[in-house]
């Protein structure tokens, strides 16, 4: 809602701190950059709101609303609209968040290159991109991606990071005059604190060992250590890099990404049947019970479908080694579905932009919302109870099942 033209500020102001007002704070902000706003909408117009002038060159067109996140917190701005041209105040593009600077100057630098979309041109009208120089997107850039940088190669010294969970999105990319599609590698883990923290985030033009193992052993550089469990759906190469990066982990395959696949293998009336057998595997009250559930349920499934239960029995080993771990946090080791909400959250920016101008461009908008994440996680409660996460790693070290002729040698594809 637009405030008011006629009201004074500094009599708002005063009645704001004689009312102690609780958001007395974000009131004194609100009021203060409404001020600064109108004003700067008058200079352009040449007069002032409702004024007669002839001087005058433009005129007010109503207000657009915008969220505006401060240390007081978010608050409410109504920017000024021109029935000529747009207005947008600079200061608000520079104090926005880490994440919400990215999108600008990921959405700036595709329009300034002219690979946009028109989606994308609307969002540009819709920031006023219109005001942004070349100098402005390239100064920009140059500031996020020094803290995007800082955040990729931080040492990893918070101690042990037990648990890991690994994903890939994938995402489009000019190069060379042609769309690719490249893929943005992601590790989460659980810090000697309890707490989740994005590890990195890198772009490999294929989702193959060979990447999963360039980005595994440039986090064990930066001081990875002492995991003993990485959560992931069946993902090329990536078991294998596993075994030659993190000696000693062992790898758990995410139950509702295999539930998918192995529904592909019976016919679509038998579906609902077959995801009730399989989740009652995950209902068992400890590690026992579940691998003798297991076995029922292989059983069952071979009489009926024994191509089917052939695959589920061929998994065995990946789907239930969270059972090696404490009962109490199987439901947060046991499938991808945190990493999952994550990338939602990516997808959200990411669809925005559609066709990213280059790698760098995905790099500084993906790096800075996992930089927010991270912080956001830091401030809020612990992932794991320290307890939980001291007996975990009291487990004796299970033998290397990655070097081996077993299942793990030749995952089942995703």
Known sequence: MAASESVNPVDLLREQIEGASPDVLQAMIKTFAQAVMSAEADAICGAGYGQRSDERVNSRNGYRLREWDTRAGTIDLAIPKLRQGSYFPEWLLTHRRRAEQALVSVVATSY?????TRRVEKLVEQLGIRQLSKSQVSEMAAHLDAQVEAFRNRPLDSGHYTFVWMDALTMKVREHGRTVNVHALIAVGVNADGQREVL???????????????????LTARGLSGVRLVISDAHAGLVQAIGAALPGAS???????????????????????????????????????????????????????????????????????????????????????????????????????????????????????LAEQTDEWTEGRRYMGLELLAKARLIPVQPDQHNTDQTNAAPIAA
């Open 112 to 116: 300034l290159l002219g690979v946009s």
């Open 200 to 218: 990195g985030v890198d772009v490999a033009a294929d989702e193959d060992g060979a990447g999963w193992l360039a980005f595994l052993r440039s």
């Open 251 to 369: 790898w758990q395959r995410c139950r509702t990404h295999y539930l998918r696949n192995l529904l592909t293998k019976v016919p679509k009336s038998a579906q609902p049947w077959i995801a009730t057998l399989v989740r009652t595997i995950f209902d068992q009250p400890d590690a026992d019970a579940v691998h003798a559930q297991f076995q029922r349920v292989v059983t069952t499934i071979e009489a009926k479908f024994p191509a089917a239960a052939e695959h589920l029995d061929d998994a065995r080993d990946d789907l239930l080694a969270f059972t090696g771990f404490p009962r109490e946090i199987w439901r947060q080791i046991w499938s991808n579905n945190p990493q999952e909400r994550l990338n939602k959250e990516i997808r959200r920016r990411t669809d925005v932009v559609g066709i990213f101008p280059n790698r760098a461009a995905i790099i500084r908008l993906v790096g800075a919302v």
